[in-house]
Each structure stands twice: as C-alpha cells, then as structure tokens.
Nanobody, 125 residues
C-alpha cells in the first residue's frame, strides 16, 4: 500500500515557476515508477511526466518538455515536479501517481496503482 500527498500548488504569473512535491508513505515506494498527471477545468486528466523506480529514466508529454523536470529521492520517499516558464494552459489540478506496470513510463493512467488527491496550480496571464 502506498499513500501519496501532493503539495506546492498555488497561484503564479505566467513565466513563473513552481515546484510540486509528492510525499509517499509505504515501505515499497522505491519499487514504483512515479508520475504526475493533471486535469484542467472541463478537460480529461492527462499525463505530464514519469520517472522510473531508480530515477534513471524520465518521460514527458510534449507540451512540457524543456520546461518541467521530474525527479525523486527514494531515501526521503519524495517525488518532485519542477515547473518553469509556466503558461496559463498549465492551469490544472496536478496528481501524483505510482504504478508498477511498464505502462507508467508511457503515461498510461490505467497502469496507475495509487493516486494522490491532487494540488491546484493556477497560472495567471
């Protein structure tokens, strides 16, 4: 069992930065690939980024490449999403996710075993 709690969301102006954190509990955290998904108002949830269980591989959706960076610290049971050059279209609730299946690294949300409750990011223009 893994519990996930996101933090770090808030209101930021376009062009600004935020760092989201995901605190995980559970002894098997380091076994899971971790990811971030987001859901904008009136839209379906979409994949943002994923990182392998050791942190050696990362994968991003095209719209955030070069602006967002996912990282993890297995010793602290933490996952991070550094978001730079934020745009109004990045406004969404951001969810931390954990999964054991290989599809996690392709952004397949059906491979997610655990979800956090989300944190809201609002980017003003």
């Amino acid at each position: 069992q893994v519990q996930l709690v996101e933090s770090g969301g808030g209101l930021v102006q376009a062009g600004g930065s935020l760092r989201l954190s995901c605190t995980a509990s559970g002894r098997t955290f380091s076994s899971y690939a971790m990811g971030w998904f987001r859901q904008a108002p009136g839209k379906e949830r979409e994949f943002v980024a994923a990182i392998s269980w050791r942190g050696g591989s990362t994968y991003y959706t095209d719209s955030v490449k070069g602006r967002f960076t996912i990282s993890r610290d297995n010793a602290k049971n933490m996952v991070y999403l550094q978001m730079n050059s934020l745009k109004p279209e990045d406004t969404a609730v951001y969810y931390c996710a954990a999964g054991l299946g290989p599809g996690m690294m392709r952004g397949d949300e059906f491979q997610v075993d655990y979800w956090g409750k989300g944190t809201l990011v609002t980017v003003s223009s």
